[in-house]
T-cell receptor
Framework: ETGVTQTPRHLVMGMTNKKSLKCEQHLGHNAMYWYKQSAKKPLELMFVYSLEERVENNSVPSRFSPECPNSSHLFLHLHTLQPEDSALYLC??????????????FGDGTRLSIL | GQQVMQIPQYQHVQEGEDFTTYCNSSTTLSNIQWYKQRPGGHPVFLIQLVKSGEVKKQKRLTFQFGEAKKNSSLHITATQTTDVGTYFCAGTTSGTYKYIFGTGTRLKVLA
C-alpha cells in the first residue's frame, strides 16, 4: 500500500476512444504529478500540480488533458491517442510545494495499450 | 535541454559482489534523489542528497553527491537477490518544479 491509488491498472483502447485515468492520494500531500514510463526510456514528467494549480506542462500533446479537482485527486483525460502513447502512466504525490525537495510517492501505475 | 544520464544501463552481478551506478547531469543540480523500481513495481524513494560532496549510508547502500553537484553515485556492498531492480536518480535545478529522472540502471543479481 503506497498511499497513492491509480485506476484502472490496465487499459486497452482504440485510437478514437476517450478514457480517463484516475489517481487518488491518501497522504495529505499538496503536489501531484503525472509521468510516462516507456520501455528503454527514462521517466518523462508530463504535468505537475501544486495546490491544485498546474505549474508545469512539459510539452505534452493536447490529446492528454489533466484535471486536478482537489489536492487528493488527479485525472488524465485521454482522447485520440496514438500507438506510441502505449506506456505505463505513473501518478505521484509529494508533501509541500511541487519540486520542494520532498520525496515523491508513486502509485502502481496504469498500463495503457493503444490498438 | 537538461539531461541526466546513468551508467551502466544494465549490470549483472553474482550475489555477494559489489555494484555501483553513476548519475551525470548536464547542469548543476540543487539536489538529487534516488529511487528503486522492482520489476513490475513502481519507483520507491531511497534517499535525497543536497550538499556538495555529501555522503549518506543506508545499511549496504552508500550514496554520494559530487563536489560540483553535477554527478552522483550509488554503491551497494555485497549484493543480495533482494537488490534486483532498476535504480534511478532524479535531479532538480533551482527555480523549477520538476525532477529530471535519469535513464536508470537495471541490476540483476545471480544467486
Amino acid at each position: 500500500e503506497t498511499g497513492v491509488t491509480q485506476t484502472p491498472r490496465h487499459l486497452v483502447m482504440g485510437m478514437t476512444n476517450k478514457k480517463s485515468l484516475k489517481c487518488e492520494q491518501h497522504l495529505g500531500h499538496n503536489a501531484m504529478y503525472w509521468y510516462k514510463q516507456s520501455a528503454k526510456k527514462p521517466l518523462e514528467l508530463m504535468f505537475v500540480y501544486s495546490l491544485e494549480e498546474r505549474v508545469e506542462n512539459n510539452s505534452v500533446p493536447s490529446r492528454f488533458s489533466p484535471e486536478c479537482p482537489n489536492s487528493s485527486h488527479l485525472f488524465l483525460h485521454l482522447h485520440t491517442l496514438q500507438p506510441e502513447d502505449s506506456a505505463l502512466y505513473l501518478c505521484a504525490s509529494s508533501q509541500g510545494m511541487a519540486g520542494g525537495w520532498q520525496p515523491q510517492h508513486f502509485g502502481d501505475g496504469t498500463r495503457l495499450s493503444i490498438l | 535541454g537538461q539531461q541526466v544520464m546513468q551508467i551502466p544501463q544494465y549490470q549483472h552481478v553474482q550475489e555477494g559482489e559489489d555494484f555501483t551506478t553513476y548519475c551525470n547531469s548536464s547542469t548543476t543540480l540543487s539536489n538529487i534523489q534516488w529511487y528503486k523500481q522492482r520489476p513490475g513495481g513502481h519507483p520507491v524513494f531511497l534517499i535525497q542528497l543536497v550538499k556538495s560532496g555529501e555522503v549518506k549510508k543506508q545499511k549496504r547502500l552508500t550514496f554520494q553527491f559530487g563536489e560540483a553537484k553535477k554527478n552522483s553515485s550509488l554503491h551497494i556492498t555485497a549484493t543480495q537477490t533482494t537488490d534486483v531492480g532498476t535504480y534511478f536518480c532524479a535531479g532538480t535545478t533551482s527555480g523549477t518544479y520538476k525532477y529530471i529522472f535519469g535513464t536508470g540502471t537495471r541490476l540483476k543479481v545471480l544467486a
